[in-house]
């Protein structure tokens, strides 16, 4: 009876195992699918909305409505983006309710990744590395994610009419991690193109969302539009400099070496005949 219920138990396991893998295949085949789509797409441009939902505690929301516009453009191996959004958030703590609207522009030039927020008349602009063209492909998108969630093909579905495989992701997971909920996303089949997402959290309620609409491919798009230029008077943090120096004006990398500072070409100590000192270091 035992050596029976270890066979059958075995045979079980390798069916599960089987269909894990199958599973994995489909997904796979699915993502390759899209990027060979998506391989095809040299711009878009469409509308997007976002939502979001969230409870911190009992009394205590943050809800967001988010209404713009995307544009991307593939050159060479790089890419660019843009992206203009009208923000909304309500925040609801101890009975109290502030609603605050901001504008967010985002603009990817390739190099660098700026991100422009306006609220309550003060501006403040990020820098950080551009993700790259392979971070805007469907394979790159899964990529970033496999390490922490798995993901799972479902059954297809329609967003705007028009055909798109469905991804579940769930965190993997975690000792002593509270349980976490899942997120739905939707590529379209015709274009590789991710056109919505849906979150919830552990007990099923939705939190999240973004929907893409009018999506235009191949669309005529200047180059001019994805250059980004500090607005005067905005707060720079710059995230691609260890020592957090601050932006530069343009968003194009200089190819100048900067001029010395004259304080700081005082304070270096003068060669004399007979010593050797060291070579100083180029300034960046």
């Not at 199958?22 to 391989?39: G, H, I, N, P």
């Not at 932006?247 to 004399?272: F, G, H, N, R, V």
């Amino acid at each position: 009876m035992k050596r029976g219920a270890l066979v059958v138990a075995g045979i079980v396991a390798l069916v599960g195992l089987s269909a894990g893998a199958a599973a994995d295949e489909r997904t796979d085949k699915a993502v390759k699918e899209l990027d060979r789509q998506f391989a095809k797409v040299k711009s878009y441009t469409a509308k997007t909305e976002v939502m979001t939902d969230t409870e911190f505690g009992p009394g205590h929301t943050y809800k967001s409505e988010m209404v713009g516009t995307a544009e991307w453009l593939r050159k060479g191996e790089k890419a660019r983006m843009r992206s203009e959004t009208k923000c909304k958030t309500t925040e609801t703590e101890s009975g109290k309710t502030t609603t605050t609207p901001s504008t967010i522009t985002t603009v990817d030039d390739g190099t660098f990744l700026w991100v422009l927020t306006e609220e309550n008349g003060k501006k403040t602009v990020m820098k950080n590395q551009s993700p790259g063209v392979q971070m805007y492909r469907p394979k790159g998108f899964f990529q970033q994610f496999r390490t922490y969630f798995d993901i799972k093909l479902l059954k297809d579905d329609k967003v705007n009419g028009d055909d798109c495989y469905v991804f579940e992701m769930r965190m993997k997971p975690m000792e002593g991690a509270p349980p976490s909920g899942r997120q739905l996303v939707y590529f379209q089949k015709s274009h590789g193109i991710l056109v919505k997402s849906e979150g919830f959290d552990a007990n099923g309620k939705l939190i999240s969302s973004s929907i893409s609409t009018d999506i235009k491919v191949n669309a005529d798009i200047s180059a001019e539009r994805f250059k980004f230029k500090i607005p005067e008077g905005a707060q720079v943090i710059d995230n691609t400099s260890p020592q957090a120096q601050p932006a530069q004006p343009e968003s194009e990398p200089e190819k100048a070496e900067k001029k010395p500072d004259k304080k700081e070409e005082a304070e270096k100590p003068k060669k004399k005949k007979g010593i050797k000192l060291p070579k100083w270091p180029k300034r960046p």
